[in-house]
């Protein structure tokens, strides 16, 4: 065992000097062939660990996601090329799917654009091509929110962050693709063709690429190290992120081995357990009163039940109005508009009823929203209100965080 884990040791030595090299400026070729035994036995746990190895030696998450297809060269004809094997249904078998999915839509659009020459026909097919392919959103979305998680509690996290960089370099491509496709019109076959060259095939090379480092190394990482409870999670907040772009090939029944229930451990004793997690009464308090709005919730009974102690308040509330009739909590002249949304929200008419009003220099936006349970039962109804002038004002992208004043 210890002769295993010291030729793992060396591999991964080894893989962090060649990416080390990599980046000095090595030729990949060179590097292939000097190694080429070596990395014929690398798999898909030992590339995690490279990267995670080199983020904690300092190495930047940017200059690996940079060098991220140079490395995928290097080190693609692994043993992590194998064809991964699992029940059909199990999402890796529907990720893989729909890689294969991702890559016919590449080919179609390589076929629109090398047919681009400036008539409404092509441009119609680069459009199309264009939407098709827009749907590896959601592809990226399952992976970022449904499978890193698990890759990071199982130690993993430097692959994941990488991939999650690349997703949004894909991003930007893409878009950057729509804002030329939207002024198509303007430009003539020859634009056409150095658009295809410098914007669109970067964009196709980079999503083709992904799919085979996913093919090649997520899914056999993602397979070592997640468990069965863990994809039967995956799969059951799948249909959460919508349409794929291939339903799963079956229906996909994890053999879990019954184990008795046990009680969920608070960290506090004053914790309250949620279905999406746990917080403290100390923590809910601070968190509802941090808020960018004030809420208000009135009960079924159209009592007072709760109100947020912002620091900031639009509408003035004191704990005196707790427990009140929320009609005897406003001034005479608007009691009919609040008993009428209290009914429409109570009895269905409605499910959200909005105002909104200039007041001063703020402008407020006041929301009325219906609380049902499962059942369709009504709890009761949640007022929120806020001033969204600073937010009407706001122009342009602010992608860094600003300098705090007279720091």
């Known amino acids: 065992m210890s002769e295993l884990l010291d030729n793992s040791r060396y591999r991964i030595e080894t893989l962090k000097a060649i990416i080390r090299q990599l980046h000095d400026g090595a030729d990949p070729e060179s590097l292939k ?20 190895s080199l983020m904690a ?14 490395h995928a060269a290097v080190l693609g004809g692994g043993g992590s090329c ?56 959601v592809h990226y979305l399952r992976k970022e929110y449904l499978v890193f998680p698990y890759l990071e ?13 690349v997703h949004d370099e894909i991003r930007a491509k893409i878009a950057a693709a729509a804002e030329v496709l939207d002024n198509a019109s303007d430009l003539d076959a020859e634009q056409l063709e150095l658009v295809g060259e410098t914007v669109l095939e970067p964009m196709l090379e980079q999503i083709e690429s992904m799919t085979s480092k996913e093919d090649r190394i997520l899914w056999p990482m993602c397979l070592e190290h997640l468990t069965v409870r863990d994809w039967e999670a995956v799969r059951g907040q799948w249909d959460e992120f919508g349409k794929g772009l291939v339903e799963p090939a079956g229906v996909w029944m994890p053999v879990l081995p019954q184990l008795p ?22 923590q809910l308090t601070v968190l509802l009163n941090t808020l960018p709005m004030d809420i208000t919730f009135v009960d079924a009974d159209d009592r007072v039940g709760y109100f947020s102690e912002g620091s900031d308040r639009v509408f003035a509330r004191n704990r005196a109005i707790i427990g009140r009739k929320v009609e005897d909590c406003h001034p005479p002249k608007s009691v009919h508009i609040v008993e009428q949304v209290v009914s429409d929200l109570k009895s269905g ?9 200039q007041m001063g220099p703020r402008f407020v936006h ?15 109804t949640l007022e929120v209100t806020q001033d969204i002038a600073p937010l009407r004002a706001l122009e342009g992208e602010r992608r860094l965080l600003a300098e705090v004043p007279g720091a």
Request: hydrophobic fraction near 40%.
């Open 33 to 52: 062939n000097e190694f080429g035994d070596l990395l014929a036995e690398v798999g898909a746990t030992e590339i995690a660990a490279m990267e995670n």
């Open 57 to 70: 030696d300092g190495m930047a998450q940017e200059e690996i996601q940079r060098m991220c297809d140079v």
């Open 82 to 137: 194998a064809p991964v094997e699992v029940p059909t249904g199990h999402p890796v078998d529907t990720f893989t799917l729909e890689n294969h999915a991702i890559r016919t839509r590449v080919a179609d659009y390589r076929k629109a654009v090398g047919e681009l020459d400036g008539s409404k026909e092509s441009v119609g097919a680069w459009r199309e091509a264009h939407h098709d392919l827009v749907g590896v959103e």
């Open 153 to 165: 509690k199982a130690g993993i996290a430097g692959p994941p962050k990488v991939m999650w960089g």
């Open 261 to 282: 229930e046990k009680p969920v451990t608070l960290p506090s004793n004053d914790a309250i357990a949620l279905p999406s997690g746990h917080l403290s009464v100390s």
């Open 349 to 357: 008419a409605r499910d959200v009823a909005e105002f909104w009003i």
């Open 366 to 380: 006041i929301r009325y929203f219906a609380m049902r349970d499962d059942s369709g039962d009504y709890l009761g």
